[in-house]
């Protein structure tokens, strides 16, 4: 799919290498960019944000829940046939030019470059999502950022965990932090790693040494291909609203509101052209297609 490109500070060209069956492994830059005025601006317009005078914790907060209620968490594009390239560029164009969402990978990627662009300093961190069973998935399994204001202050921004908190977390301190999805609190771990727990229930497990992009490449794959994953098993587009969350997965239309919970099936593909355009936001030339199965229900993600 062509998507509108948005102008940026730095140019970069990014291949793909054909597998046998699939979509095309991405071939991934080293080197991040930081976007040029326009495309932090045109970026600004997408979340409905105003430009901030600094690049400071409280402007951070207000970026971080704009994005939540404006982009998506979704998975489409595995659906769709739609190859999911690991690059900056490319994320930009899809997330600000296609008005489209992704799940970690793209969207805290995307997320990253906006806030470089406006004076912040930004590391990813690779994490792994703990399962059922309390054990951590694979590495590279989940993507957040650690922020770094003008001040120097640290946060854990994480805008691509679907139902997680609605504000960046505090990335030293070790005490509870309230946050209108939950309680969260960030515990040191084996190894010097962290883990991110929300109402006492471990999350993830993350690892605070910068990694590159490029570094995510497998775990990308991974959760495009690998029957153990449930994207390629279920479709997801999620996002926050001012009273709780929407979710369509599959036909089924999931509305939280005020504590509230409420699922209706949709009749017919023209209602569900309808719920992506009107609630999401996404228009699509044609439907996502699960290979080998109906869509499952609501899940948190990786």
């Not at 297609?289 to 609501?298: A, D, K, M, T």
């Amino acid at each position: 799919m062509t998507t509108p490109s948005t102008s940026t500070s730095t140019s970069t060209s990014t291949s793909t290498s054909p597998t046998a069956s699939g979509p095309s492994v991405p071939v991934v830059p080293a080197e991040p960019f930081v976007p040029g005025a326009s495309a932090v601006d045109a970026y600004l317009r997408r979340i409905g944000a105003e430009r901030p005078a600094r690049a400071d914790a409280g402007a951070l907060r207000e970026l971080h829940l704009r994005h939540l209620r404006t982009v998506p968490f979704e998975n489409l594009s595995i659906h769709l046939g739609e190859d999911i390239v690991l690059d900056e560029k490319a994320l930009l164009d899809k997330v600000v030019g296609a008005r489209r969402g992704g799940f970690c990978y793209e969207v805290n990627t995307a997320f990253a470059v906006l806030l470089r662009g406006l004076g912040y300093r930004v590391a990813l961190l690779q994490g792994r999502v703990i399962g059922p069973e309390g054990k951590p998935g694979i590495p590279y399994d989940h993507m957040a950022l650690l922020v770094e204001t003008a001040e120097g202050e640290r946060w854990l921004a994480d805008v691509g965990f679907g139902d997680h908190s609605h504000f960046p977390l505090a990335f030293d301190e070790r005490a509870d932090q309230e946050d209108p999805g939950g309680v969260f609190r960030i515990t040191a771990a084996a190894d010097g790693d962290l883990d991110v727990l929300r109402d006492g229930k471990p999350q993830y497990r993350l690892e605070p040494r910068p990694r590159e992009l490029a570094d995510f490449t497998a775990g990308a794959w991974y959760h495009q291909t690998s029957p153990d994953s449930h994207f390629p098993r279920s479709l997801i587009c999620s996002l926050l609203t001012e009273d709780g969350r929407i979710t369509l997965s599959g036909r089924k239309l999931i509305t939280r509101a005020h504590g509230d919970r409420d699922e209706r099936e949709l009749e017919g593909e023209a209602e569900v052209r309808e719920a992506y355009r009107d609630l999401f936001g996404i228009v699509l030339d044609a439907l996502p297609v699960v290979r080998g199965g109906e869509p499952e229900s609501e899940k948190r993600n990786p």
